[in-house]
């Protein structure tokens, strides 16, 4: 359970985590008071658990209307933040407005990611005009407000983790302004090849590099990550040196030396386990009972999302319908996919259509007693949780994934020996290729193939997979996967810092 209380000045702690979203989302009712909620995103499902009882400093932006009261209203900006197993100290960042939006929409959102996930509408888009130069300069300012709160939350000699690509500014501004911190950049999305990087305008791609390369240590979900990465750095001119398992390293003319390494995320399969056994998640699941009524389940969770795949999943369901008359009346998919970034216009219309597809499955095939998808749009963990538990068959078909945690988690909560079925462009593919029915995202005969090949399969091939892909999942999970980084962190700035702290980039 995640709370906040009010804090007053910050703890004195080594440690300062920097992201866009804090562990946390407030609410705020008409007579101004403020509730919270467990915050959205895999980043943060990632490192909540991983900080908790290690104390710190977690700077985040105040994104809702709720969050900007609760930052104007404790002291400093800063507030005591429970997380599930200890607590850190938050330190919320009010931006102006529609300088947030030109950072996050324009930029992050509808540039970084849409380039990242191979999103691109390239007939028609991107496009870099005048008001995309003007969002990159609120970007770029955002990035140094956050530098700079990141350097007032530093202890000398202490250890700051910059996460993901809404940030890949402040690590080289960070180190401009402290030479005696160490840095490390964690990215939560794919990495794409020095060609798709190159759509990028010359001096935007080459400031996110430099901007990266401020730090000591970067961090990658899965190897192939990392050297799409150090691929498009050789591109750029920088001296490169590969290492054998995907990683490697680069040099700078400064003669600093910055190492990039993948740091597979797995789960906490016991935390989950414990948290599926909770109440409000046995209430879900009567109710997935009372709806799926004995039928087999095929679930999906994810955000309504452009790179999940939504659409193409449908469609798969669909064509496995027309495929196996029989399945019929005996086989629901339930397909939750809660609301993102609703303020871009591509989303609205993706919504729009993931609904309008649904409707379209449910007119051609539902009978009186039978109705073969339900969607549901409303950010409900409790029910994914249930759902997770109770599926037959899991889809996670994204068509660019940096991991895909819903991968892991499914598999770890289940009590049905559920079936994944995962695509190849997911990260989590790298850990769970083995022990899934591995998909190409963009054939959907295949998926339909795959969903009844996992509906038929034998019981104890089913256990069999379902047994090695726990043991998958949980290979490093978040507290793991964040003290690993933090052991490299460290053990690079004993090496180097004599050489690289007195440099600057």
């Known amino acids: 359970m995640l709370g906040a209380g009010e804090g007053g000045e910050a703890e004195v702690t080594k440690l300062v985590v920097a992201s866009n979203r804090g562990p946390i989302q407030f609410e705020v009712d008409d007579d101004g008071n403020l509730s919270t909620s467990r915050g959205s995103g ?14 710190g400093t977690w700077v985040a932006a105040a994104i809702s209307d709720g969050d900007r009261v609760a930052a104007r209203k404790a002291k400093g900006g800063r507030r005591r933040v429970e997380l599930a197993q200890g607590a850190v100290q938050l330190r919320s960042i009010v931006i102006d407005q529609p300088k ?8 992050s959102n509808r540039t970084l990611w849409f380039l990242q996930h191979h999103l691109f509408d390239v007939p028609r888009h991107p496009g870099f005009d005048r008001s995309f130069r003007d969002a990159w ?44 911190i160490a840095i490390n950049f964690f990215l939560h999305c794919p990495w794409v090849d020095p060609d798709s990087w190159a759509m990028l305008p010359e001096k ?14 970067l961090g990658f979900l899965v190897p192939r990550w990392a050297r799409n990465f150090l691929r498009c750095c050789e591109a750029a001119g920088y001296q490169v040196d590969h290492a054998k398992d995907g990683g490697g390293q680069v040099r700078l003319d400064s003669g600093r030396v910055v190492s990039a390494r993948a740091y597979p995320l797995g789960v906490d399969a016991d935390l989950l386990r414990e948290r599926a056994a909770k109440p409000d998640v046995r209430g879900q699941r009567r109710a997935m009972r ?54 871009l216009p591509e989303y609205q219309a993706y919504a729009s259509e993931v609904r309008q597809k649904v409707d379209d499955i449910n007119e051609r095939f539902r009978t009186r007693n039978w109705e073969p998808v339900r969607l ?6 409790p029910r994914a949780l249930a759902a997770m538990a109770m599926a037959d068959v899991l889809i996670v078909n994204p068509v660019w994934d940096g991991m895909n945690l819903v991968a892991k988690e499914g598999p770890s909560v289940s009590d049905n020996d559920t079936v994944l079925i995962l695509s190849r462009n997911a990260g989590a593919a790298d850990d769970l290729a083995d022990c899934a029915i591995v998909v190409n995202p963009f054939d959907t005969a295949e998926l339909a193939e795959s969903i009844r090949r996992a509906l038929e399969m034998p ?34 700035w004993e090496a180097g810092g004599a050489k690289n702290k007195a440099r600057k980039h």
């Not at 939350?153 to 500014?169: I, K, T």
């Not at 549901?376 to 963990?381: I, L, Q």
């Not at 090695?468 to 490093?476: E, F, N, R, T």
């Open 290 to 343: 009372d709806w799926a009524r004995n039928r087999r389940l095929v679930v999906r969770v994810d955000r309504m999302e452009l790179s999940k795949n939504i659409l193409r999943g449908l469609d798969g369901f669909r064509f496995f319908l027309e495929r196996n008359p029989r399945a019929r009346g005996r086989v629901v998919h339930y397909v939750l996919a809660y609301a993102s970034r609703r303020d």
């Open 100 to 107: 947030y939006q030109a950072y996050y929409n324009r930029v």
């Open 42 to 55: 895999g980043m943060v499902a990632a490192l909540g658990p991983a900080l908790a009882g290690q104390g």
């Open 137 to 180: 300069h609120a970007y770029t300012d955002v990035n140094v407000t956050f530098a700079e709160a990141c350097e007032a939350e530093a202890d000398e000699g202490g250890e700051v983790y910059v996460q993901d690509y809404h940030l890949s500014l402040v690590p080289a501004m960070l180190r401009e302004r402290r030479q005696d």
């Open 376 to 381: 549901e749009a409303k950010d409900n963990y």
């Open 204 to 217: 935007v791609s080459g400031e996110i590099l430099t901007g990266m390369l401020g730090a000591d240590l």
């Open 459 to 492: 019981a104890d091939e089913r256990a069999s997979r379902a047994k090695a892909l726990v043991v998958g999942a949980s290979a490093l999970p978040p507290r793991d996967w964040f003290d690993a980084q933090r052991a490299d962190l460290q053990a690079l």
